[in-house]
């Protein structure tokens, strides 16, 4: 069984270098992704859609908030040795608080903005194959609604992580209660990304099953929805990696940072 020092030789594996190294190849690989995305579309459509601006946007949100969790670690690593007993209190340190808190405020605003983004995406391509089924289509809205709700209860769990919003973006967030806060709304997030994933990713398999296409295209366009399960995929190995590599309720940031930006 790990022990609590076990799990703190696991996070210091996670440093702020290799943070800052996988989020140069993260938008690197993101960035490749989308050029040839419109480059592909542009030469067989020469067509801009919905869809298009969704892709612009959901990839200037992972840029934002890549460089975002960059650029706290410093701060937070500072605190975070005066919190250990590295280091004394210095004269900043409630500066670099506040700078973390805000910064990781909207880092996080931005993080599952990409998620539902790429929900909507999803749901876009979805609607090509029910558009003309009643009743898809009003699962299809059934869908979309949920995933609206359940990302309005998201970011109104953010304001609410916090005893007060403004104390919390001075850095004074560390009370029993905000801690308690803090970890039911990691869950509460956690579920709604897996929940909204299973359904956008279950939900158009059995229309393609029995649509005429092609086995090359009837797969290939399962394999796309499938992403879905992918993304949950990723919110599992988060959420555990996150937690037990803290060894407390809090996540670790350098951990949050690496699987947020990945």
Request: net charge positive.
């Amino acid at each position: 069984m790990a022990t609590n020092n076990d799990r703190q030789d696991i996070s210091v594996l996670i440093t702020d270098k290799s943070v800052k190294i996988i989020m140069g190849i993260s938008i690197l690989l993101g960035t490749i992704f989308v050029v040839c995305r419109f480059y592909i579309r542009y030469t067989r459509q020469r067509l801009w859609g919905c869809d298009d601006s969704i892709c612009i946007i959901a990839w200037g949100c992972f840029v934002g908030a890549s460089i975002g969790y960059a650029s706290i670690l410093a701060p937070m690593s500072r605190i975070a040795a005066v919190g250990r007993g590295d280091a004394p209190v210095y004269a900043t340190m409630q500066d670099d608080a506040a700078y973390f808190s805000r910064v990781f405020f909207a880092t996080v605003l931005l993080f599952w903005s990409i998620l539902w983004l790429v929900k909507v995406y999803l749901l876009i391509q979805v609607k090509k194959f029910v558009d003309r089924l009643r009743t898809y289509m009003i699962i299809w809205w059934v869908i979309v609604g949920y995933t609206a709700l359940v990302f309005v209860g998201c970011i109104i769990g953010l304001f609410l992580e916090c005893h007060s919003f403004s104390d919390g973006l001075r850095g004074n967030c560390a009370t029993e209660r905000d801690v308690y806060a803090i970890h039911v709304i990691q869950w509460w997030a956690f579920s709604a990304d897996m929940s909204t994933d299973a359904a956008i990713a279950l939900f158009p398999i059995p229309i393609l099953m029995k649509m005429k296409l092609s086995r090359r295209r009837k797969w290939g366009t399962i394999a796309v929805f499938s992403v879905g399960f992918l993304s949950a995929i990723a919110s599992i190995v988060r959420i555990m990696i996150i937690m037990s590599a803290s060894g407390k309720k809090e996540p670790n940031i350098p951990w949050q940072a690496t699987w947020g930006i990945i």
